[in-house]
Structures are given as C-alpha cells and as structure tokens.
C-alpha cells in the first residue's frame, strides 16, 4: 500500500512539473485585435526577452533598437524578443507608429499598464521593462530602465551559467 502511495505522488509530481514551468497565463491582443496568450512564445527552448514599451517612453525611443539587433543576432539561434505595448488597445495606432518608426523585427502584443505587473509577479514600476524567462518558460529576472544588447547578452550569459549549475546539481 506504501509503495502505491509513492508512486502515486511521484507521478502527481511529475504531471505537475509542465504546469509549474510554463509562463504566465496572459491573454493581450495583437495589433489585428486577435487574443494572443504570452505563453505561445515563451518556453520554446529559447530564452525569452520580454520588453514592456509605451509609444510615449522617452528611454524606449531611444533604447529599443538595441533589441532589434538583439533579435537579429540570436532570433534563430538561442534567444528571442517579445514586445508588448502598454498603451492600451485604443491608443493602438500610436503602437503601430512606434513600431513602425522603430521597425521593429520582432512580435508585439498590446495591452495595459495592469498586464504588465503579471510578467514577472510584482509591482510594474514603469517602461521600458525587461522581463526574462527561460528555455523551459521560467521566469527568472527583470530589469527596469534602457537596457543595451550587450547588457541583454550579460544577463542571459550569467543567467545560463546559474541555470546550467542548477541543472547538473540535479
């Protein structure tokens, strides 16, 4: 009887493992008006570098060309950009005006400043707002203000370094 009891929690565990990795359940629109789940882009075995924009954002006019050539360089490799606009569907054209002055390369979802706090769990403070998840879909760090390629790159770097440690204490 012990012994199925084991078993049985080792396969609850093991049915609850996916749930516990994939990202946060957020439903926003594209800029068609369409229903888009974050999670169709996020836990694809690449890392995930979610950026939070307003059209409006003074550092994200200036800054988000770093992740155009962030997406160029490791978009069919190792690591992708989502975008997502907090302007608010109705402010939708001035979105789309950011994204085309900036031609970004990238996906982006519209939604609300509310959408952008359930990223990574806490309080939203404001654009531009990185947002990183791992391979698996696991939200791992954020970081609010202009961030470069380069810094991107460090932080996934250091990222991968404690991930892979975690994995081969496993």
């Known amino acids: 009887m012990r012994r199925r009891i084991n078993w049985l929690a080792l396969a609850l565990l093991l049915v609850s493992l996916p749930a516990a990795a994939a990202g946060p359940d957020i439903v926003l629109r594209d800029f068609t008006g369409r229903p888009r789940n974050v999670n169709e882009f996020i836990g694809h075995g690449k890392?995930?570098?979610?950026v939070v924009w307003l059209a409006d954002c003074p550092i994200c006019k200036r800054d988000i060309h770093h992740m155009t050539f962030f997406h160029d360089e490791h978009g069919k490799k190792d690591a992708a950009v989502l975008g997502v606009s907090v302007d608010g569907y109705a402010n939708r054209e001035k979105a789309l005006g950011f994204v085309a002055d900036h031609a970004l390369n990238f996906p982006n979802l519209i939604g609300d400043r509310g959408d952008a706090s359930r990223f990574g769990g806490g309080p939203f403070i404001g654009t531009p707002t990185y947002?990183?998840?791992?391979?698996?879909?696991?939200y791992?760090?954020?970081?609010?203000g202009g961030q470069t390629q380069e810094?991107?790159?460090?932080?996934?770097?250091?990222l991968k370094k404690h991930h892979e440690g975690i994995s081969k204490k496993r």
Not at 131 to 138: M, N, R, T, V
Not at 151 to 158: D, K, L, N, S
């Open 47 to 50: 890392w995930l570098v979610v």
């Open 131 to 138: 947002y990183i998840f791992s391979p698996e879909g696991k």
């Open 140 to 144: 791992m760090t954020g970081r609010v």
């Open 151 to 158: 810094q991107v790159e460090q932080i996934i770097r250091a």
